[in-house]
């Protein structure tokens, strides 16, 4: 259970605040203030029960309710164990004070001296608890605008990473001498590749803006992108899909895909005696993107900044670790699957 922050609020601030709501009561009621030491005492030792109990509210509240887009359920659960918990000591606290005679009220079921007391214990809490949660509620934003700001950074790095692995001299020099040998060979394939080419711009300009994308709208992707690599290599790279229907609509950050294809082509010998063979699978809320490792022999420098830019987005949207496993035969990246509510809580953080 999450500690609360209300030390001197126990010892001190709670029973001061009970000594003056007692002496406003009086004041209000136009009764003079009572000579007998019992009357402010029980009055403190019910409003210290009262913030014990309630306090326990408030630490489960954020237990079960922690996010700020759980803000209403939070504050509702409180309300309702406010009233419950001071109603409760309140009247077990007026029930004593009815046995020992504290107050002149000599019948048990006289009901004014209850609700009084119960009401008054209930406001005050209220005042109290409202403190503590706009605090709560302070951190909670300072937190959701720490994270906002370095996925916006995260983000924006890598747009400029994806444009510069693909957008560049490497990747249009290879992407035209392939169009230049259709033309010639198979105009019919050469205009097959410029829409694919096509697409595949056109995705990734519009992606970069977007923090999370559906995973079918991802996979149309990486088949276009996935036929300009066949085109290049030929027999020496294949894929396979396996995705179920009922993943279509659940999110993961857009290009993921495309820069697990980069870097397996980049470190890996692609030909037509050794193919690269890339699978992508999903089962139980996970995606799964494996390749045959083949090392080349003059090693890639590998800086893993497409790795970590994932790593990096699934961290700072609050999801589970994207795993990595490297076998002798096989390279494996799997990546949790993103429900597809969640695009509308990530708006309306």
């Known amino acids: 259970m999450k ?18 709501g007692q002496w406003v009561m009086y004041g209000y009621t136009n009764v003079p203030y009572a000579d007998d030491w019992k ?14 109990v309630n306090r326990i509210g408030i630490i489960y ?7 700020l887009i759980h803000t209403r359920q939070r504050i509702l659960y409180q309300a309702v164990w406010f009233t419950i918990g001071s109603f409760a000591v309140r009247v077990v606290q007026t029930y004593f004070y009815q046995l020992f005679a504290v107050w002149d009220y000599v019948d048990y079921t006289h009901f004014k001296p209850y609700f009084f007391n119960a009401l008054v214990s ?15 509620l302070y951190r909670l934003w300072r937190v959701s605008y720490k994270e906002a700001q370095e996925l916006k950074k995260a983000n924006l790095q890598s747009q400029l990473d994806s444009l510069k692995a693909q957008i560049n001299p490497h990747f249009l020099f290879n992407s035209l001498n392939s169009i230049s040998s259709l033309v010639h060979s198979s105009p019919e394939k050469a205009s097959d590749f410029i829409d694919e080419l096509s697409s595949v711009y056109r995705y990734l300009l519009r992606e970069n803006n977007r923090e999370l994308c559906a995973l079918e709208e991802e996979i149309a992707f990486i088949k ?29 950050p857009p290009l993921t895909l495309q820069l697990l294809f980069e870097n397996a082509v980049k470190h890996n010998i692609v030909s037509a005696s ?3 063979h890339i699978r992508i699978y999903a089962a139980d809320n996970m995606l799964c993107v494996e390749n045959n ?48 509510n969640f695009a509308y809580e990530l708006v309306h953080r």
């Open 3 to 20: 500690k609360l922050n209300d030390k001197w609020t126990r010892l001190a601030g709670v029973p001061l605040i009970a000594l003056f």
């Open 39 to 52: 009357i402010p005492f029980f009055f403190v030792l019910g409003a210290v029960f009262v913030w014990e």
């Open 61 to 67: 509240s954020r237990r079960k309710f922690p996010e």
């Open 122 to 136: 209930l406001v005050g809490t209220i005042q109290i608890a409202t403190v503590f949660e706009g605090f709560y």
């Open 224 to 252: 276009a992108y996935f036929n300009l690599l066949k085109t290049r290599h030929g027999k020496g790279i294949e894929l396979s899909i396996d995705i179920p229907k009922q993943y279509s609509y659940f999110l993961i």
């Open 274 to 276: 050794k193919p690269l």
């Open 293 to 340: 490792l083949q090392k080349k022999r003059l090693a890639v420098a590998s800086n893993k900044i497409g790795l970590n830019n994932i790593m990096a987005k699934y961290q700072l949207l609050n999801q589970p670790a994207v795993s990595v496993f490297q076998e002798e035969t096989k390279f494996q990246v799997i990546l949790p699957l993103i429900e597809p």
